[in-house]
């Protein structure tokens, strides 16, 4: 993974660590932010899923539930056999259902599969590959006109599945990065997107881990009601009341 260095020129991963620390500029302040999580989690190995395709399908179901719900649900259709682009276009309704139970939601979110495989399969022939080939902004219209796929799935998958860089932001990034004091907590899911990649080289390493490590930290510290502020790596960083304690 390269990051930006003062020079302009890119570290690499073991050079990370003697990168500048907070409150030289904000170039500087998000990758200190990067590095403490990155100390702190290691490389989270994200977006999981063996195929384009897979990531495409767990970015839309894992709307609204936990990634351990989605998991279940991506098992089902593999096991159905619907894990691939036609066998899901050719699946009924019901059958999908069934399968994505665990991520609830599932008749709505069916919909949402169903609008996705059928728009590549009438659209490119069923291939995928085709329509990642577009350039990021043609790709982002295209897959926002899609019924169902918002920014933030759109942007997932055009992050981890068509790896291109585009920065993901979501409720976490809202969360703990207005409790740092860097965002208002009634931030636009576009404003947070601009100001990270404004300060961030266009590396999809980079924004790959750098959302990876933020769910990390969402998921394990930064809860709505009852943050573990004591043990989190960003403490000495945060202003939330609870992380002055």
């Known amino acids: 993974m390269n990051v ?8 690499n991963r073991n050079e990370i660590a003697s990168a500048p620390k907070a409150g030289e500029n904000s170039i500087h302040e998000l990758m200190y932010i990067y590095n403490r999580m990155f100390e702190y989690f290691g490389s989270r ?6 195929t384009i395709f897979e990531i495409c399908v767990g970015a839309i179901l894992t ?15 593999k ?24 991520t609830m939601y599932y008749r ?4 949402k599969l169903k609008a996705f495989v059928g728009h590549i399969m009438q659209k490119y022939n069923g291939n995928l590959t085709k329509m ?11 897959l926002l006109g899609i019924y169902g796929i918002g920014p933030e799935t759109a942007d997932s998958i055009i992050l981890y599945a ?31 997107q601009d100001y990270f990649m404004k300060r961030l080289s266009p590396d999809v390493p980079l924004y790959n881990e750098y959302h990876a ?5 969402g998921n394990r510290f930064c809860s709505n009601k009852r943050p573990k502020c004591k043990e989190c790596p960003l403490r000495e960083r945060c202003f939330y009341p609870q992380g002055r304690e």
């Open 4 to 11: 930006p260095r003062e020079d302009g020129q890119n570290l």
């Open 45 to 50: 190995s994200w977006w999981p899923g063996e």
């Open 63 to 77: 709307q609204s539930v936990s990634w351990k719900n989605v998991m279940k649900a991506i098992e089902n259709l």
């Open 79 to 102: 096991r159905a056999g619907f894990l691939e682009l036609e066998s899901m276009y050719n699946a009924s309704d019901e059958a999908i259902e069934q399968c994505i139970i665990p």
């Open 108 to 111: 709505m979110k069916t919909k």
């Open 132 to 142: 990642f080939n577009k350039d990021m902004d043609s790709l982002r219209i295209e």
């Open 162 to 192: 068509a790896e291109k860089p585009a920065f993901v932001v979501d409720a976490y990034t809202r969360r703990i990065f207005s409790r740092l004091g860097i965002f208002s907590e009634d931030v636009t899911y576009d404003e947070m």
């Open 213 to 217: 490590l933020v769910t990390g930290i």
